[in-house]
């Protein structure tokens, strides 16, 4: 029996002197750079210092505000409503146990991050409400669960990716008040089988975005009048200008012909 106590001994300091796994590591180096790339005037992320970093989880306890942990890795991260400015770091790929980011309602600008394509686990993306430019990077559709994507009110440009449509489990998409353009895809515009169908809430106020579920716009309509209009106008213009073209070289040929006559007339001799 006294034989097992150093064995006993020795297995538990190994235990304890075992390095911090390295997914903690990763959540490390995602928690420190997301803070580097926040301005937080109003100080609400007072306790996200360094040393929380890197034990900010220990199972399911959370020793970070806004943070929630599962199984000693960073699980939702919820920042909204804080006055955050800055950007979005894309360190944040290195949290790979996220399931939920919500970023809404702060003043966040630069461009979402492609890099979230490594969030495997991701089925709630939040960042409504913000500043956020840029385009909707298509690489998202890697985050094949992702159910919830909110990007309404911010300043996003180009098109709505295809890719998107592939995303089956969406269940709710909001891109509204953008700076969008191009047609929707079909695959999200007009969902087909059992997928949730989008209405045009999802797409409104984005003035360069057409096709279906949005309302033909009044002034597409306008616009294809008005081309009309011009094809039209200049066709009757260039009609009047050629017959105007035609009459006053009759009328130049016609007077030249007369002259002539006159010369000839001159010419012959008077009998
Ligand atoms: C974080 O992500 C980067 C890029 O994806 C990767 O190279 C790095 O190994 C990850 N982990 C840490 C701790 O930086
Ligand atoms: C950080 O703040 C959160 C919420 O305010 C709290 O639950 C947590 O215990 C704090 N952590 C530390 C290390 O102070
Ligand atoms: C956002 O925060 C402000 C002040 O901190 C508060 O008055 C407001 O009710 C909050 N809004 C939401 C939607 O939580
Ligand atoms: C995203 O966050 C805002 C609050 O900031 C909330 O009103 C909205 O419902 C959220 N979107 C979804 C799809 O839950
Ligand atoms: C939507 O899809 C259905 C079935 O594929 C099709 O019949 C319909 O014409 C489509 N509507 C639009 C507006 O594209
Ligand atoms: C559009 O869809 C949203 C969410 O799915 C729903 O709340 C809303 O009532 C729908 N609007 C219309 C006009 O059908």
Not at 64 to 80: E, V
Not at 232 to 256: D, K, N, P
Request: some cysteine.
């Amino acid at each position: 029996m006294g034989t097992w106590i150093p064995f006993l001994l020795m297995l538990l300091l190994t235990w304890a002197s075992l390095p911090p796994s390295s997914s903690d590591l990763d959540d490390e180096a995602c928690l420190s750079n997301l803070k580097a790339s926040l301005e937080d005037p109003t100080n609400s992320l007072k306790n996200w210092t360094k040393t929380t970093f890197l034990n900010a989880c220990s199972g399911f306890t959370s020793y970070l505000q806004g943070a929630t942990c599962n199984n000693g890795r960073i699980y939702k991260l919820s920042l909204s409503n804080l006055s955050l400015r800055g950007s979005i770091s894309p360190y944040l790929s290195n949290c790979t146990n996220l399931q939920a980011l919500d970023l809404s309602s702060n003043s966040l600008s630069g461009p979402i991050p492609p890099e979230l394509q490594s969030l495997l686990n991701l089925a709630v993306l939040n960042l409504s409400s913000n500043r956020l430019t840029g385009p909707i990077p298509p690489q998202l559709v890697d985050c094949a669960y992702l159910n919830v994507i909110d990007l309404h009110d911010n300043q996003l440009t180009g098109p709505i990716p295809q890719q998107l449509g592939l995303l089956v489990r969406l269940s709710a998409f909001d891109v509204s008040n953008n700076r969008l353009s191009g047609p929707i895809p079909t695959s999200l515009g007009n969902r087909t089988g059992t997928l949730p169908r989008l209405n045009a809430t999802s797409f409104d106020g984005n003035k360069d975005l057409y096709g279906y579920p949005l309302a033909p716009s009044k002034n597409r309509g306008l616009s294809v009048m008005a081309i009309v209009g011009i094809g039209l106008g200049s066709g009757l213009l260039s009609l009047v200008l050629s017959f105007t073209a035609v009459c006053i070289w009759l009328r130049v040929t016609e007077q030249g012909m007369a002259g002539e006559e006159g010369k000839i007339s001159q010419l012959m001799p008077d009998y």
